[in-house]
């Protein structure tokens, strides 16, 4: 998972927390305007001016590797939010 947005970029807490959730590494992306980029490439993809995005040269950061205790926490976490979520939730209300 490559991460873009100052916000994020600039925490390495929410990185690693980002990471832990996940279950997966998360990697800081150095490009800057990474969604302009993004559409830009897509663009060129879909006029058949690059074949494959995955060649296409990226500058990436710091790599976040998930604790996978705590990404069981969360789980756990996401498990009693669901459980308590469904109590207040009538059946068929509120799908998300």
Do not use: T
Not at 27 to 46: F, K, M, N, W
């Amino acid at each position: 998972i490559i991460a873009s947005g100052g916000a994020l970029l600039h925490s390495p807490a929410w990185m690693r927390i980002m990471a832990d959730v996940l279950g997966q590494p998360v990697i800081a992306c150095r490009v800057p305007e990474a969604s302009s980029r993004g559409a830009a490439l897509l663009a060129l993809e879909i006029l058949g001016l690059v074949r494959n995005l995955e060649d296409m040269p990226v500058s990436l950061g710091r790599q976040y590797l998930p604790n996978l205790e705590a990404h069981e926490r969360y789980q756990k976490a996401f498990q009693r939010q669901e459980e308590l979520y469904s109590q207040i939730i009538p059946p068929g209300e509120g799908k998300r």
